[in-house]
């Protein structure tokens, strides 16, 4: 198997590093072992440059583990290299060395990478001369020091020469022993083996025979042509060629198919008959080859730790099993000791009694033995019997047997002096019971010790299974550089984390049919709607951006409730009046603004599952299989089986009560849009020729410029849609019982009222007569405005408690009413809203995709406006167990927004820092009893950087079960 590169492989990939990396500036550098490394350059598009010393250097598209902390040589190489241009990539000669410069002139600094031998990393200054080395040695043979302040030896590199007939000749004497042909010619000209190779053959030679000095003469003229060819392609074919190749070869066994064994940047004749894949670059090849011989190694050691994690619950269970069958062997052995003592009763009663006489008759031990020793050459039964005393432990051993068996052996039996025969007997039947007793626990809880043990064996071998040091980096998606959120209906919210990104976003990707939200509070960012497709927005939509931008405000922090206004594209400018300028991030609203209902401070945190190709239009045709409105990412009201086709029985059996209950919720939704004045999309562009208002928005405020609102440039708020007005839109007859049900509600309504309710929730435009002048509406406008306010705070301008007549009172009541229908998901996420035909219609469903009214390839999803995206239909909320996933994305958004996500917890002003709540969450979603084992992959796979960005502050965690209480 191929493990190094040989010269012509660095001649390709240095002409790739040319046209890649070049000129791009250094990020960072970060150490993966003690001699592999990576190099970060960043521009738009971030690369990764491996490099391994003796062995590769290329680019890199996977995650390989970092070290927690640089080396001294990684130390060093950031200090001097970091935020310099790469500058320059070019070969030493035709040796494995490679100079990698970056900087200019006297700020110049070498990397010179060592792909010989053992290797080696050198980083020179701009003289050449060495500052950091990764591995200081001596050539005895040159003798020459790589070291610290000596020069890089440059003068011992191999050049590439010319292959003539005298250099050929020169070298015959170098020829030694059963050598091969191409590995004495590459030892001359450093070609490269393969490259050799395949020119001998197109020559009719034999590059692996032995060869000797006769045998060289003779085919001299072919030799020569042959390296002539290998000479010109070593120097012509790098700046050619656009693919790159790995050769494969067939494994022993039929189950593993083919394993990669090299890597080439050509296919050679030597090759022809094998497996060979293609790749668009050899990069990609050389990246793809070391990935799976690293994955190989991993799994190689994974095995490893599975079957060191399976012997250690074999010992477990064997010796739970030693265990038992000691305790029945005690329990043998005692039960037939006490058999035979019952047996030998009077011998054994005999023995104890003469024992205890002679030891009351003072006698010595050696006197006692002596008597015993007496009475066995007087063939004495029980003097036979006794085999050895001690007496100073009080006892004596027997030696019994069972005397109604001739052929039974004698067993020794320990005999306790000072207990009698019945006494000893029912000393070993209490050791049976106990040895039975302890036996029958042993067994209890060996279960349990075992039921524990392969829990955790398997828990460890998951663990082994899941936990995988290389992955395969994911390409970034466009928005993730920006905040962002997809909507209920899928369309893509984008906003600013500072002004630098603002002015990037209006400048940049701001376009006509889009929507511009911004929250009415100092330090808002600007949030983005894109619509592609030019269809009016839903206000389901409109209300999650409006949220969206109040949470990334310092309301957050302040925990201040208050609205948000949209304005159309057009609406939005960066020329500043006369006298004025506008900061970075600050821009102009000209004409109206249309303001949202004021929004709480609730923002929900789940994960976005990126599934394969397959699994989309797996999931389209379940999707066309199931009724209209009920998707698979979506509120769906059957189950789903393990086929994912969705049970609808029970859906179709009530389908005539489902679409009676619609005409009610309908018209409940039709009440609270027009309550909360939400009619967005029926309301026209507005004309800057009427009263004009213009003021700041951004993160950055121009402190001299500060303009004072008063009556004559207060927002222009909508007017109520009347009566009249609704009855020249044509609604459908279903519509008049809920607008007589509206007008019976509001009948008894004052004007004043009505006008400061429509001031406090910051609708668009009051209703207000005609007779009454533009100056005195301002006014009444203005009043309306201030007493609803105070209403709601109880408290005068200057801080004084007011008292409130009745009408305040029925206003205040009114918005605490209000909240909490703004606080009630059910009454804005799970029903199903459908407007006046002139609006656009919200559906039911919240599958994560593009709405239906809008082509996928007409949603503005990446930079390149022309470039045609599916992406959204390729991340799901609720991924299927036969859905195949790739990566997570991190996902904070409204919560409202989220109904439909399988993993997913509240997010609210608190005190519990960003990162501490990102791993309480992912506890959360890791013990969760439905977690497939590929999510689980997910979850472990995610970098805190990337779930932390989106959250805007400290926060509150909410979530059922969040610290695993009441696990069981």
């Not at 207990?419 to 042993?442: P, W």
């Not at 209006?506 to 619509?531: E, M, R, W």
């Not at 004025?580 to 949202?596: A, D, P, V």
Request: charged share 30%.
């Amino acid at each position: 198997m191929k493990v190094k590169f040989n010269s012509f492989d660095v001649a390709c990939i240095v002409n790739e590093l040319q046209q890649k990396v070049q000129n791009l500036r250094v990020i960072n550098v970060y150490d993966i072992s003690n001699k592999s490394y990576i190099i970060k350059f960043g521009q738009e598009v971030k690369s990764m440059l491996f490099i391994e010393s003796g062995s590769r250097i290329h680019l890199t598209a996977f995650e390989w583990p970092k070290q927690m902390m640089p080396s001294a040589f990684s130390a060093k190489c950031r200090k001097v290299m970091k935020n310099k241009r790469l500058t320059n990539v070019s070969q030493i000669g035709c040796d494995r060395i490679i100079d990698l410069t970056f900087g200019s002139e006297e700020f110049a600094s070498h990397l010179i990478v060592e792909l010989y031998d053992k290797g080696n990393i050198c980083l020179c200054n701009n003289q050449y001369i060495i500052t950091a080395i990764l591995r200081t040695r001596q050539d005895e043979k040159e003798d020459i020091r790589y070291a610290i302040g000596h020069f890089y030896p440059f003068d011992v590199c191999q050049t590439l020469e010319s292959p003539t007939i005298e250099a050929i000749q020169c070298n015959l004497g170098d020829i030694k022993p059963n050598t091969q042909l191409k590995r004495w010619l590459n030892f001359i000209f450093p070609l490269s083996i393969p490259l050799i190779e395949h020119c001998l053959r197109k020559n009719g030679l034999d590059p692996n025979r032995k060869i000797d000095k006769i045998s060289i003469l003779e085919d001299l003229q072919a030799i020569q042509n042959s390296l002539e060819v290998a000479h010109s392609q070593f120097t012509s074919l790098p700046a050619t060629l656009r693919n790159g190749y790995v050769i494969c070869k067939n494994t022993q066994s039929s189950s593993a198919g083919s394993m990669m064994d090299e890597f080439h940047p050509v296919i050679y004749d030597q090759f022809s008959a094998k497996e060979v894949k293609e790749f668009p670059s050899y990069n990609d090849a050389i990246d793809v080859f070391f990935y799976e011989q690293e994955t190989q190694k991993i799994e190689m050691k994974s095995l490893q730790q599975e079957k060191n994690a399976m012997k250690k619950l074999d010992n477990i269970k064997t010796d739970h099993e030693n265990r038992i069958k000691v305790l029945k062997d005690v329990q043998e052995d005692s039960a037939n000791k006490a058999y035979l003592i019952e047996v030998n009763l009077d011998c054994v009663e005999e023995a104890i009694n003469t024992i205890q006489n002679l030891v009351a008759n003072r006698l010595s031990w050696e006197e006692i033995d002596e008597l015993v020793q007496e009475g066995r050459e007087n063939s004495h039964q029980a003097a036979l019997a006794i085999k050895k005393i001690n007496l100073q432990n009080n006892k004596m051993t027997m030696s019994l047997r069972d005397i109604y068996e001739s052929d039974n052996e004698y067993v020794d039996v320990e005999i306790d002096l000072a207990m009698g025969a019945y006494s000893n007997a029912k000393h070993y039947f209490d050791e049976v019971k106990h040895s039975a007793l302890k036996e029958q626990k042993t067994i209890q809880s060996s279960a349990v010790a075992l039921k524990n043990a392969e829990k955790k064996t398997h828990a460890t071998i998951k663990d082994i299974s899941i936990v995988t040091s290389i992955k395969k980096a994911r390409k970034m998606l466009w928005f993730e550089k920006f905040l962002w959120f997809i909507s209920s209906e899928g369309y893509i919210v984008i906003g600013g984390r500072d002004a630098i990104q603002n002015e990037i976003l209006v400048k940049k990707y701001l376009k006509k049919n889009d929507v511009y939200v911004h929250a009415d509070i100092h330090g808002a960012t600007s949030i983005i709607v894109k619509n592609k497709s030019g269809d009016p927005l839903p206000p389901k939509t409109m209300m999650e951006a409006g949220c969206f931008a109040l949470c990334h405000s310092s309301a957050w922090n302040s925990k201040i409730v208050t609205s948000a206004y949209w304005v159309h594209a057009e609406q939005v400018s960066k020329t500043a009046p006369t006298g004025e300028y506008l900061t970075t991030g600050s821009f102009m609203i000209r004409g109206k603004k249309n303001f949202l209902p004021p929004a709480q401070h609730i923002l929900g945190f789940s994960i976005l599952f990126k599934i394969d190709d397959e699994s989309v239009e797996s999931r389209r045709k379940i999707d066309s299989i199931l009724p209209d409105g009920n998707e698979l990412d979506g509120v769906s009201p059957g189950t789903i089986d393990e086929s994912g086709v969705e049970e609808t029985d029970a859906v179709a059996n009530e389908s005539d009560s489902i679409e009676s209950k619609n005409v009610e919720n309908e018209n409940d939704v039709d009440d609270l849009f027009e309550k909360y004045n939400l009619q967005i999309s029926a309301v026209p562009k507005p004309e800057v020729a009427q009263t004009e208002f213009t003021e700041y928005v951004g993160t950055a405020h121009n402190p001299h410029y500060k303009k004072k609102l008063d009556s004559k440039n207060l927002p222009q708020k909508q007017g109520k849609i009347t009566p009249e007005s609704k009855q020249a839109s044509s609604k459908p007859k279903r519509r008049q019982k809920g607008k007589k049900k509206k007008m019976e509600k509001y009948a008894d309504q004052s004007d004043d009222e009505r006008e400061a309710k429509m001031a406090l929730l910051g609708s668009a435009g009051t209703k207000i007569d005609k007779g009454k002048s533009g100056s005195s509406n301002s006014k009444l406008k203005y009043r309306a405005t201030s007493t609803a306010k105070n209403v709601v705070a109880g408290f005068k301008p200057d801080g004084e408690k007011i008292k409130m007549t009745e009408t305040e009172r029925v206003l205040q009541t009114m918005v605490k009413e209000l909240k909490e229908e703004v606080d009630n998901e059910s009454d804005l996420i799970e029903k199903e809203c459908v407007p006046e035909p002139s609006t656009v219609k919200l559906e039911e469903d919240t599958k994560l995709k593009a709405p239906k009214t809008v082509p996928p390839e007409e949603i503005d999803l990446s930079d390149n406006e022309d470039e045609p995206i599916d992406i959204l239909d390729s991340l799901v909320r609720n991924p299927l167990p036969t859905d195949t996933i790739l990566f997570g994305v991190p996902f904070v958004a409204p919560y409202n927004s989220m109904s439909s996500c399988k993993y997913r917890v509240k997010l609210t002003p608190g005190t519990t820092k960003k990162g501490k709540a990102c791993k309480t969450i992912l506890d959360l979603f890791t013990r969760d009893k439905n977690a497939l084992l590929q999510e689980k992959n997910v979850f472990k796979s995610l970098k805190d950087v990337d779930m932390t960005v989106n959250i805007p502050g400290k926060v509150k965690v909410s979530a059922p079960n969040l610290h695993g209480h009441g696990r069981k």
